[in-house]
């Protein structure tokens, strides 16, 4: 599986509220509340691997060049839709974006977050386990 790549040094609060104070103990979509709130966010996948029926998948969401969320999920292949799968393995588009093109119904329960990070599993229509890293914009 992917480690993140980021040291917990890195990730932090200024004396400011940071952005993410909305969404770390909330199951809103981390995708929607950036892609609603905040102009020219972008996505990308750092690495993805498949190792025995599970996909494992570290992402990013830059902002102004900047990694603001780090991502690192796990997506069991027998316990999702093959179509999911299939937009999966394309490397291209948010888990969030997958979701809602395709009409997707999930919830969000939250194991565990602390002031900089959040672990999830959604399940549903898919069942993915996540844990995100905020950082500053």
């Known amino acids: 599986m992917f480690k993140p790549i980021y040291s917990s040094l890195q990730v932090g609060s200024t004396l400011s509220m940071p952005w993410y104070k909305a969404i770390i103990s909330s199951a809103e979509s981390t995708t929607r509340y950036l892609m609603d709130n905040y102009p020219g966010v972008v996505f990308r996948v750092v690495g993805q691997e498949e190792k025995n029926g599970v996909i494992f998948r570290v992402s990013e969401f830059l902002k102004d060049g900047k990694v603001i969320v780090h991502s690192t999920v796990e997506m069991p292949v027998d316990k999702n839709p093959p179509e999911f799968i299939d937009e999966i393995r394309a490397q291209k588009k948010p888990i969030g974006d997958i979701l809602k093109q395709n009409g997707y119904v999930v919830e969000r329960r939250i194991t565990d977050h ?24």
């Open 114 to 137: 602390d002031t900089v990070f959040k672990e999830y599993v959604m399940v549903g229509d898919v069942f993915i386990k996540i844990k995100e890293l905020y950082y500053d914009m």
